[in-house]
C-alpha cells in the first residue's frame, strides 16, 4: 500500500472517529437540556434504533423487527425485554392471531423517540447552518458512498 494511500485510510478513520465523538458530545449536552426539562432517562442508539424500528412500523412483532433489524431473534429479544422493563415499550396479543405479540411504543416510548429525534435533527440544522450548498451536497455524496461501501448487499 503507498504512503498517500496508507495516510488517507489514517485520515478518514480519524475523521471518521471525530465525527462520531462530536456527535456524542453534542447530543449529551441536548441530553442534558432536555432531561431537566422533563427528566428522560438516558437511551442508548442501540435502544433508539429499536425504538425507531417500532415506531415506523407500528404494531410489529418481535420476529420483524429482529429481521428488519438485522439482528437475531435472541438479541432483540433481550434488547425489548428491557425497553419494555423500562417502560418504553408495549408488548399486547394479537386481535388477529393470538399466536402473535405485538410491539408499539408506550407514551414514555414516544415522548423519548420525539425527544432524540428532536437532537437528532438538530445536529443536522447545525451542520445544514454552517454549510454551503456545495459543501452540503459533498456531504450527501460522501454519506452515499459511505452507505454503499458498507452495506451487505451490493446492487
Known sequence: MSELVLCTAMELRDLFARFIE????VT?????????????????????????????????????????????????????????KDGFVVRTRS???????????????CQVFKHKRRVFEAFIEQIEKNTTENQQKTLIKAFRIMIECSSEEKE
Open 95 to 109: 386481535d388477529v392471531d393470538q399466536r402473535k405479540f405485538l410491539l408499539t411504543l408506550s407514551e414514555k416510548g
Open 22 to 25: 462530536r456527535y456524542k458530545h
Open 28 to 84: 449529551i449536552e441536548a441530553d442534558k437540556i432536555e432531561e431537566e426539562k422533563i427528566g428522560f432517562c438516558d437511551l442508548t442508539l442501540n435502544q433508539f434504533y429499536y425504538l425507531r424500528g417500532i415506531q415506523h412500523n407500528d404494531s410489529i412483532t418481535l420476529t420483524e423487527l429482529a429481521h428488519k433489524l438485522g439482528v437475531s431473534k435472541p438479541s432483540a429479544n433481550a434488547a425489548i425485554t428491557k425497553l419494555m
